[in-house]
């Protein structure tokens, strides 16, 4: 009973002294059902304030436009959060776990009690409390060994979407980090063991190992896809970097996925030391989500890695073919690039998500090859796996985007996307759909964006 009356003062308070804080309803249930509740706390200074600054300087490389970014949301977030630090400090043991993040402004408190979150939710420097929310991977929708283990010739998305012409113009990715934000990686794989980035490459965010792995499976797969060696990966020339955000059974908290957002914007070494702007990748792969849409916990830091010249590409979702069907983050209102995906016979894969997105906006961005892809294997260093999904057709865009950069460094994320868009393929049949009104001979259209993937006329076009 006291434990009840306690949350209904927590409810009450708000309501009565109009405290600025809002609380998600999920904090009620969990505080009724458990007595405490792992929450994050928004501070009431959002950080866009600071990356609007961004706009107004000039910088004479990447690293540095990525320097000035985290350097000045780590003082925001300092400045705004210490009143708030002071107060826990007071009020909770010094063995509670608080962490900051500087990338979204926001502080993490495990355990909060009825009480803690009524005092915090009543301070005018609180603009929100939410629970630490779990989501998961876009799991393929089929999976099975190979029927070959040999590296030998081109997978066939590479050949659909005619990497080779671009390899043989001089770019091949050369020059560039590429990202994943994922399950893990198998390192020792034939297939990616010399092509790992020689420092700054990976964090785990789930346990803190210090040595990359990957007990799932799924980010192996994709990172095989985007550099590959041995006619598995689009950018062979590029090197690969890795934040693990998801666990085993592919789950995650929101927490995991911050942390890996800062790291991508500006990596460490694995034990989180000495970070390194210079480091990050020009591209980040997602092949994760929630199904259901809505959900912009994440926007902050997709607007942190438009702002630093950082490709966010995700994976659409396996939901389709139903209109709106799209999962979040990929219905972000930022400009990242939603991925949809197609058929060695250049058709819509039947699972691919189609938008719109609950904002109205078309989505995906564009389609890329993700029905029956071979790529590399957790299970030893030389096995290999096809597997369907989104999530297969993601990494097909993210080593496009390194082949952009590498034949032009200077490219600004505009031009970027500009040229993913511009170089789509309008080659896939029709299913007679025409989500959110647009018919499927207009693009972009809600099915396949701008059109199919293509590397040789994005790049040489």
Known sequence: MLKLSLILCVVVAIQVFGAPATI?????????SEGTVDVLVTVASPIRQVLSTVKTRSFATRGQRLTYIANALKAHAAATQEPILEFLSKVVPASAEIKTFWITNKIFIKNADAGLIQALAARADVSAITENRKYELIQPVEAKPAKSNIQNELEWGLLLIEVQKVWDAGFNGNGTRVGGLDTGVRHTRESLVNIFAPDYNWFDAVGGLKTP?????????????????????VAPGAEWVHCKALDKAG??????????????????????????????PVVVSNSWGYYGGGKDFMDD?????????IVPVFANGNEGPSCGSLRSPADSRLPLVAVGATTIDDKISSFSSFGPSI????????????????SASNIA?????????????????????????????????????KRLYSGATHTIPST?????????????NNHVGHGRLSASASVLG
């Open 24 to 32: 998600s309803p999920n904090i009620l249930k969990s505080l009724n």
């Open 301 to 309: 830091v997709i607007e942190t890695w438009i702002a630093g010249n």
């Open 213 to 233: 792995s990957d007990p799932n499976g799924h980010g192996t797969h994709i990172t095989g896809t985007i550099v590959g060696a041995g006619g598995i990966g």
């Open 432 to 444: 007679k759909g025409n989500c959110g009104g647009i018919p499927e001979d207009t693009y972009p």
């Open 251 to 280: 789950g995650a908290t929101e927490t995991w996925f911050l942390a890996c957002g800062e790291w991508i914007a500006c990596p460490t070494l694995p034990d989180g030391s000495e970070p390194n702007c210079e480091k990050a």
């Open 359 to 374: 904002l109205g906006q078309i989505k995906p961005n564009i389609a890329a090859p993700g029905s029956d892809v071979r």
């Open 381 to 417: 260093d030389d096995v290999y796996e096809n597997k369907s999904g989104t999530s297969m057709a993601t990494p097909h865009v993210a080593g496009v985007v390194a082949l952009l950069v590498s034949s032009n460094p200077d490219y600004t994320y505009e031009e970027i996307t």
